[in-house]
Each structure stands twice: as C-alpha cells, then as structure tokens.
C-alpha cells in the first residue's frame, strides 16, 4: 500500500549570520492514510522544520515531499496552496486568531479561505460542542482562556473536514484539562472522519494518543533508546517508520 505523506531524505539549512544551522539531515519516513502518528524530540530537534516542509508551508533543500500521490516539488506556489487548503488543517502552538472577530467568525473563515460555502452548521455545533466552546462562540478571543482559543483554533482546523491534520505542539501553552480536550478530540477525528493525523509535541504523554511514534534529535530520526527526553517506563508502542 502507497503512503499517504511521504517524506524521501529531507534536508533544510538555515543560514543564521554567517553560519549554516542544518535542521534536518536527510529524513524519510511515511504515513498511511488514517494513521495518528506523533513527532517527539528535544527543541532544536527539527520537529517543526519537518512540520513546515509536510504543509507545504516552506520547501526543502533537497529530498521531497509527497501527499497523496502529488510531489510538492512539483508544484507552483499556487498549487501548494490550493493543495493545502482542500486537504491539510492546521493547528499550530499559538492560536492565530483574529482578534476582531468572534470565535463562531474565526472558524467559518477557515471555509471561506477554502473557497468553499459556509461550513455545515450541524457538523459546527457537532465539534464546538464536543470541544466544550458552543457557548463560547460569540466572545472574541481576548475574552476567552488560552485553552478556549486553542480550542477554538482546533475547530477551524476541522471545520473543512481535511485528510490531513497537521497539529504543532498544540498543548504547549494549555493546562492538562485543555490539553486532554483537544488531544480527545484529534483522536476521535481521527477514528470517526478517518482523517490522517501528524502531531508534533515534546510531551511525551500526549505523545501516547498517537498510534505510532517517531523520536527526532538533531535533525535526525533516531531510535527511542537515543531520546535522553523519553523516560522508557511509557507504555506507547515505539514503532519505527
């Protein structure tokens, strides 16, 4: 069976005043479509480069990026963007919501964006209320709490129902009860819409949600044993790609 994401040696240099900061040193791994796979590792791992170059977001050195059959490197900046709107969602650590518009607003404009009609209100109220904000929609998000805008940040990412959801570090900033709600929630978007998840996190217990789990340090992927952060009493199943 074909991968669904598949990443073939990888590799980004950033250039920091005059010298070169590789952040990922030729990296293949694969995804199948409906897998929850977890990303863990130090920071300065490369977690989020990775993260970066699998949206579509930047593009690599050198290696490629494949989604769905369709290479990225292939693709025009136009394309890439239309490729991520109709099949990736984002999450990512800081919200990025806007602050003139309320929460309801911040999550339909991610249909708008799209191209697409305005977001199913049935499908709304399914996933803001499983999300614990229904009564949340009308407040801006200076007049809700961190979790409640990450929350709300989760929503949009859904809202189009895409193939893939792409979440980095999405409970950096959340207590545990926030942080339980919204990995609840890529989970079961997970099993029930059979989206394809890929979450990057330094959290070792949120990387247990994920059916699969890829260790990165120093730009590389590298076995469990070689992650000083991974405490090797956890239960996860470590799988390698």
């Known amino acids: 069976m074909s991968a669904?994401?598949?990443?073939r040696e990888l590799c980004k240099t950033y250039r920091v005043g005059k010298v070169d900061?590789?952040?990922l040193r030729g990296i293949s791994f694969s995804v199948q479509k409906g897998e929850f796979v977890t990303v863990v590792g130090p920071s300065g791992s490369g977690k989020s480069t990775l993260f970066y170059l699998l949206g579509g977001l930047t593009r690599?050195?050198?290696?490629s990026v494949t989604i769905d059959g369709v290479d990225f490197a292939t693709l025009s900046d136009g394309e890439r963007?239309?490729?991520?709107?109709?099949?990736?969602?984002?999450?990512?650590?800081?919200?990025?919501?806007?602050?003139?518009?309320?929460?309801?607003?911040?999550?339909?404009?991610?249909?708008?964006?799209?191209?697409?009609?305005?977001?199913?209100?049935?499908f709304l109220k399914k996933i803001t209320g499983m999300l614990g904000i229904a009564q949340r929609l009308a407040h801006r998000p200076n007049e809700l709490s961190?979790?409640?805008?990450?929350?709300?940040?989760?929503a949009r990412a859904l809202i189009n129902r895409p193939a893939i959801v792409l979440a980095d570090e999405p409970t950096g900033n959340l207590d545990s009860k926030s942080s339980g709600v919204v990995l609840n929630m890529l989970r079961q978007s997970n099993k029930d819409l059979g989206q394809t998840v890929l979450m990057i996190?330094?959290?070792?217990?949120?990387?247990?949600?994920g059916d699969r789990i890829v260790h990165m340090r120093d730009g590389q992927i590298v076995t469990p044993d070689e992650d000083p952060q991974w405490a090797p009493h956890h239960p996860a199943e470590h799988l390698q790609p």
Not at 4 to 7: N, Q, R
Not at 94 to 109: D, G, Q, V, W, Y
Not at 146 to 154: H, S
Not at 201 to 209: I, K, R, V
């Open 4 to 7: 669904f994401i598949e990443a």
């Open 21 to 23: 900061v590789p952040a």
């Open 60 to 63: 690599a050195d050198s290696g």
């Open 81 to 122: 963007t239309r490729l991520r709107k109709s099949k990736i969602g984002f999450v990512f650590q800081k919200f990025n919501l806007l602050p003139t518009l309320s929460a309801r607003s911040n999550i339909e404009i991610a249909a708008d964006i799209a191209g697409k009609a305005m977001p199913d209100p049935e």
């Open 146 to 154: 961190g979790g409640e805008q990450q929350r709300v940040a989760l």
């Open 201 to 209: 996190t330094h959290n070792p217990e949120a990387a247990e949600y």
